[in-house]
C-alpha cells in the first residue's frame, strides 16, 4: 500500500483524496512540512510515499503518471512529488529542508511538494504532461480556470493514444494499434497484467505452431490467424503496460524472450507441417533462425558499441538518413523494409494460410536477408565516419557479446603480439573458410583444422579491447560462424533427424544470447562465468561440433547434436530462469523497452 500525505488546508468539494485512493494511495493529511516529516517517518521504509499540495487540480492520469510509475525511484509533477524505498531517505532530508525554509518564513503553507522537488538531492523524474493539467491554483477564480482546463480535456482518450509506442513499424500502427489499445484498457479493467498477456500470446503462438505442424491446408489457415491474434496480444501487453503503468523486470524478459521463442516455434511448426507432405524444408527453418538471430546481433552489438555516445555523427549517411526521416512516406517505408517484427510475422501468416512452407521460407529468408544488407550497410557507413570514443560499458559489453570461452581465455594468455587490424580480417577469412569447407567438403578433418584455426583467432581477438570503428561487427561475425557450422555440418549429415537437431542446439545457444543482451540492457552486466565456461563459449562449440562430425557417423552425430542441445538448453534456461526471477523478487528496477520494433 503507498501512501499519499496532503500539505496544506483542504479544499472543499476537491476529488483529490478520492483520485489519489482509486490510484491506491492511503491518503494523510499534514498541516505542513514538519507534520509531513513526522508521518513520513512512519510509514514503513519499503512503501512508495507521495507528498501532495492539497490544492492541486489536475487530471487523475496526470497524477498517475506522476506518482506511480515503477520505472523511477522520484519523481514529481507540479503540486506532487514521490519516492520509492531507495530514494526515501532523500525525501525526508527535502521535508526536513522545506520545514526550516518554513520555520524561517522563507516559505508559505501549501507548496510544501514544490520545495520539496526542487531540493530533492536524487534523480527526479518529470513526465511529459502534454495536453494534462496539474497546478496549484493560489486563488479561487485560478481554481476554476484550472477546473474548466480538466473538463475540456479527455485524459482517458490521451491515456489510451499514449499507450501505443511512439515509434513502430506500418502494419503495427496502421493495422493493430487502432484497435489492440482497447483491447489493452479491457484487460485492464478486468484487472489482467501484462505478464498474463504475454503469456496468451506465447500459447496462442504455440497453438499456431500446432496447426502448421498438422500440413494440412486448413491447418496452414488456422496457423496464419493464430499467429496474427498472437501479434495483436503482444501488442496488447505493451501497451497495457503502458496503458496501467505495470512495468517490470520480469515482465520485460518475458516479452522479449517470448516473442523469439513464439517466431522460432513456429518456424519448427512449419518445418514439421512441410515433413508431413513429404518436403524437407528443416534446413531453410535453420536458416531462417540463423538469420534472424545473427540480424537482432548485429543490432545489439551496434546499440551497445554506441550507447554512450555524446559525438554528432556529421557523416553524409547520416544527413541522408535525416534528410528521408523528415518525409513521411519515406519514413514508413524504411520502417517497412527492415522487415520489422510486425511486418514479418504479416508476411508469414498470409503466406502460410495461401501458399506452402517453403515458399514462405524462401520469401522469409530473401527479405531478411535484404533488411539484414540494407541496415548493416547503413551502420557501417556510419561508423567509419564516427569520431566519438568508445565508453568502458560499451567496451565491456562488446567483450561480453562475443561470448568467449575458456580455450580462448586459455590462448589469450600466450605472449604472442599481434595487430589488431590484422586478427579482425582473420576472423572473416575464417568464417568464410569454415563455411565454405564445411559445404564443400562436409564433416571432415579439413573443417576441424579451420575450426582450429577459429579458436586462435577468436583467442587473439579477446587480447584487445574492442574499440576498432567496425568491432561491433565482430559478435555477429562469431553467431554467423557458429551457427552457419552447424547448420552446414547437419545437412551434410544427410540422415533423418539431424537438421532438427541442430534446429534444437542453435535455439539453445540463440537463446543464452539473447539472455546475454538483455542482461546487459537491463545494466546486470553479462551472464555468470561459469555459465559461459560451462557451455564452451562460441569458439569451444564450434570447434566440439566439427569433431563430433568428424569423428562419428551420421547417425551418431545427430544423437550428439541432440544430446548437446538438451544439454545447454537445461543449464541456459536454468540460470537464466533463477537470475530473472530473482530479480523480480528484490525488487530490480522496472524497466520496459520503447526501443526499434524487432
Not at 81 to 110: E, K
Not at 264 to 277: C, V, W
Not at 505 to 525: E, F, K, P, S
Request: proline share 5%.
Amino acid at each position: 500500500m503507498s501512501t499519499a500525505i496532503l500539505t496544506g488546508q483542504p479544499v472543499p468539494g476537491s476529488s483529490l483524496e478520492g483520485d489519489l485512493r482509486s490510484l491506491g494511495f492511503d491518503v494523510r493529511a499534514a498541516t505542513d512540512a514538519a507534520d509531513a516529516e513526522t508521518l513520513l517517518a512512519a510509514v514503513p521504509a519499503d512503501q512508495r510515499v507521495a507528498v501532495v499540495d492539497a490544492r492541486f487540480v489536475g487530471h487523475v492520469h496526470a497524477l498517475r503518471l506522476g506518482l506511480t510509475d515503477p520505472r523511477f525511484e522520484a519523481a514529481a509533477i507540479p503540486g506532487a512529488v514521490t519516492a520509492r524505498s531507495a530514494a526515501r531517505p532523500a525525501l525526508a532530508r527535502a521535508l526536513r529542508i522545506a520545514s526550516s525554509d518554513a520555520s524561517n518564513g522563507s516559505v508559505v503553507v501549501g507548496i510544501v511538494a514544490d520545495r520539496v522537488a526542487e531540493t530533492l538531492d536524487t534523480d527526479l523524474h518529470r513526465p511529459e504532461l502534454g495536453e494534462l493539467v496539474a497546478e496549484v491554483p493560489r486563488d479561487p477564480q485560478a481554481r476554476n480556470e484550472a477546473r474548466q482546463s480538466v473538463a475540456s480535456v479527455d485524459d482517458e482518450a490521451i491515456r489510451l493514444r499514449t499507450a501505443v509506442k511512439s515509434r513502430d513499424g506500418f502494419f503495427t500502427t496502421y493495422c493493430v494499434s487502432p484497435y489492440s489499445r482497447y483491447l489493452a484498457r479491457w484487460c485492464a479493467r478486468r484487472g489482467l497484467t501484462p505478464n498474463q498477456v504475454t503469456t496468451a500470446s506465447l500459447v496462442t503462438a504455440l497453438i499456431a505452431a500446432g496447426c502448421a505442424a498438422t500440413g494440412t491446408r486448413p491447418g496452414f489457415v488456422a496457423a496464419g490467424l493464430l499467429l496474427l491474434f498472437s501479434f495483436v496480444l503482444d501488442c496488447t501487453d505493451g501497451q497495457l503496460a503502458r496503458y496501467s503503468l505495470q512495468y517490470s523486470t520480469l515482465g520485460a524478459w518475458l516479452d522479449a524472450t517470448f516473442d523469439r521463442a513464439k517466431e522460432y516455434a513456429y518456424y519448427a511448426g512449419l518445418a514439421l507441417g512441410a515433413a508431413r507432405g513429404g518436403d524437407d524444408v528443416w534446413a531453410l527453418a535453420l536458416a531462417a533462425m540463423v538469420l534472424q538471430t545473427c540480424r537482432h546481433v548485429v543490432d545489439f552489438s551496434f546499440n551497445e558499441a554506441n550507447v554512450d555516445s555524446t559525438a554528432a555523427n556529421t557523416s553524409p549517411t547520416a544527413a541522408l538518413s535525416g534528410k528521408l526521416d523528415s518525409v513521411g512516406w519515406t519514413v514508413w517505408l524504411r520502417r517497412m523494409i527492415v522487415l520489422p517484427i510486425g511486418e514479418r510475422w504479416a508476411m508469414i501468416a498470409v503466406l502460410t494460410a495461401l501458399t506452402t512452407p517453403r515458399i514462405t521460407f524462401y520469401v522469409l529468408l530473401i527479405g531478411c536477408a535484404f533488411a539484414a544488407c540494407y541496415t548493416t550497410a547503413g551502420r557501417v557507413l556510419r561508423s567509419l565516419t564516427r569520431r566519438a570514443q568508445r565508453s568502458d560499458r560499451a567496451l565491456q559489453a562488446l567483450a561480453d557479446l562475443t561470448d568467449s570461452g575458456p580455450l580462448a581465455e586459455l590462448l589469450a594468455r600466450l605472449p604472442v603480439r599481434t595487430q589488431p587490424a590484422v586478427t579482425r580480417l582473420f576472423a572473416l577469412a575464417c568464417l568464410v573458410l569454415l563455411l565454405y569447407t564445411g559445404w564443400a567438403d562436409g564433416p571432415g578433418w579439413s573443417v576441424v583444422v579451420i575450426a582450429v584455426v577459429y579458436v586462435l583467432v577468436a583467442a587473439d581477438v579477446i587480447k584487445h579491447p574492442l574499440d576498432g570503428a567496425l568491432d561491433w561487427l565482430l559478435p555477429p561475425l562469431f553467431r554467423a560462424a557458429e551457427y552457419g557450422t552447424v547448420l552446414i555440418l547437419a545437412a551434410e549429415a544427410d540422415v533423418n533427424g539431424a537438421l532438427p537437431a541442430a534446429f534444437g542446439l542453435v535455439a539453445a545457444v540463440a537463446y543464452h544470447h539473447y539472455d546475454t543482451v538483455y542482461r546487459i540492457r537491463g545494466n546486470a552486466g553479462a551472464p555468470p562465468h561459469w555459465l559461459v565456461r560451462a557451455i564452451g563459449g562460441h569458439e569451444g562449440r564450434t570447434l566440439l561440433v566439427t569433431v563430433l562430425a568428424a569423428l562419428l557417423t551420421a547417425e551418431d552425430f545427430k544423437v550428439a547434436l541432440t544430446v548437446l542441445a538438451v544439454a545447454v538448453a537445461l543449464v541456459v534456461l536454468f540460470e537464466s530462469i533463477r537470475y530473472w526471477v530473482t530479480a523480480h523478487r528484490r525488487g530490480a528496477p522496472a524497466v520496459h523497452d520503447e526501443g526499434e520494433p524487432a
